[in-house]
């Protein structure tokens, strides 16, 4: 079974306007990490924001924020007034328990982001 | 100067050949890992390393070796390349804890003729 899943291949998204991309996981662990990362054409991998299982509120960084509803297993990515440098592939990536799985990132196939004008 | 550099940036070479790729961090994580992603599959975790002395498999770790000679420095080697070697290689660093994130050199592009 998929531990990290990105239903969404592809997204459209008007200049200003929010989006949502979606991020699923399959865990049994009860302590684990949900992050979320940004690659821009150029291929670099740029860490955006993170959010801990035990984490009551829901994580904030500028634009971005995470709808994370842990009863059904989701960390969904929200990027508020896309800007055109929104435009990129978006992963989300889970680590599990430090002491079952080592500390590994698994992560999901990842989701292109166009912004347009 | 980039924390996690990685060397080359993007390398052709021939079925059979050797190659190492290096990587190498100023951000004085014990935790290091090279992955490689190819379309559509994220990116896949071929070996990690949680000091000079530890080393693991990753998920993908067949055809593929590493070495950690300091703690600052984690190559990896195709021994005998082949084709569907083909792919962007990433190495990342981490700190302790479960919030920690990984951070990420540029990449380096290999292709295997």
């Known amino acids: 079974a998929q531990k990290i899943t990105q239903t969404q291949p592809g997204m459209f998204v008007q200049e200003k306007e929010a989006v949502t991309l979606d991020c699923t996981y399959d865990t049994s662990d009860q302590s684990y990490g949900l992050f979320w990362y940004k690659q821009p054409s150029s291929g670099e991998m740029i860490f955006l924001i993170y959010?801990?299982?035990?984490?009551?509120q829901n994580a904030t960084e500028g634009r971005y924020s995470l709808n994370f509803q842990k009863a059904r297993k989701s960390a969904n990515l929200v990027i508020s007034a896309s800007q055109l440098g929104d435009s990129a592939m978006y992963f989300c990536?889970?680590?599990?328990?430090?002491?079952?799985?080592?500390?590994?990132?698994?992560f999901g196939t990842g989701t292109r982001l166009q912004v347009t004008l | 100067d980039a924390d996690v550099t990685q060397t080359p940036r993007n390398r052709i070479t021939k079925t059979g050949k050797r190659i190492m790729l290096e990587c190498s961090q100023t951000k004085g994580h014990d935790r290091m890992y090279w992955y490689r992603q190819d379309p559509g599959l994220g990116l896949r975790l071929i070996y990690y390393s949680f000091d000079v002395k530890d080393i693991n498999k990753g998920e993908i770790s067949d055809g593929y070796s590493v070495s950690r000679q300091a703690q600052a420095k984690f190559s990896l080697s195709l021994e005998s390349a082949i084709p569907n070697q083909t792919a962007l290689y990433f190495c990342?660093?981490?700190?302790?804890?479960?919030?920690?994130?990984?951070?990420f050199g540029d990449g380096t592009r290999l292709s295997i003729l």
């Open positions: 990342a660093t981490s700190d302790h804890g479960l919030n920690q994130p990984q951070h």
């Open positions: 990536a889970m680590r599990e328990s430090p002491m079952s799985t080592a500390s590994k990132l698994t």
């Open positions: 959010q801990g299982s035990y984490d009551e």
